[in-house]
């Protein structure tokens, strides 16, 4: 809980794009809603970058997903990091467990995660997720697919593939249904629904919820915080 004392000091930014918005009332109130949704996706996405340059190695984002995988980590554990990108939550997960692999198709985003993250028990490697798994003769305690789901071409395939690999997958995805406003862009016509270029899919707790219970897949744990949707599951295939 935050508390704000009653009488608050004047924000002059904050006054002065409020007035400025009253410049736009030739526009009509669909278009201006638009826009207005449109900034706030933009600006929400440039603060998202700076934080990962303001944080750096103590980003809390890397730290919560850690929190919330915390309780169902033994330390014999392996896990697979699929799309670990520079590999920040793959070296925090190295810490709770007795070994992590780090797959990442961008050789550019492993070479960077090498130089940054060592230890015995973390490994990164340049391939592609699934094809790694496939060619990997063991099975995994838990993988880890945090913000890759939303990029797949396929990614009920995708899933299905990596099921018989792993007894727990982790899923992070954006949350589409965190606010209003995306559902105002949807309403109001806007092309700013997806997070990145080369995002493919939006998805819904509902979807996913019954995605899941088509799959077999258990929910041991589900959050909904931060803009995010995360989802421990358990396989069933001990």
Known sequence: MIQHPRKKKRKLLLS???????????????????????????????????????YKKTHPHPSSI????????????????????????????????KKVVAVDSDPNAISIAQKLYHG??????????????????????????SHILEHIDNPVEFLQKNIPCTNLIFIEVPDIEKSFLNQYRLDTGSSLTYSD???????????LM????????????????????????????H
Request: proline share 1%; net charge neutral; hydrophobic share 40%.
């Open 120 to 145: 015995n028990n973390l490994q990164f490697i340049c391939s592609e997720g699934t094809e790694y798994l496939k060619s990997n003769s063991g099975k995994f305690d838990m993988i880890v697919l």
């Open 66 to 97: 850690v929190e919330f995988v915390k309780p169902y980590l033994k330390p014999d554990f392996s896990i697979c990091d699929i799309g670990c990108k520079y590999g920040l939550i793959s070296a925090m997960l190295a810490q709770q467990v």
């Open 210 to 237: 019954n995605l899941f219970g088509e799959l077999h897949l258990e929910i041991a744990n589900s959050e909904y915080k931060y803009g995010v949707q995360r989802y421990l599951l358990k396989t069933n295939t």
């Open 16 to 54: 002065f794009i409020y007035r400025s918005s009253k410049l736009f009332f030739f526009l009509s109130v669909k278009t201006r809603l638009r826009l207005f949704s449109d900034l706030e996706w933009i600006f929400e996405r440039l603060a998202l970058e700076e934080s990962n340059k303001y």
């Open 197 to 207: 270029q080369d995002h493919i899919f939006e998805f819904d707790r509902v979807y």
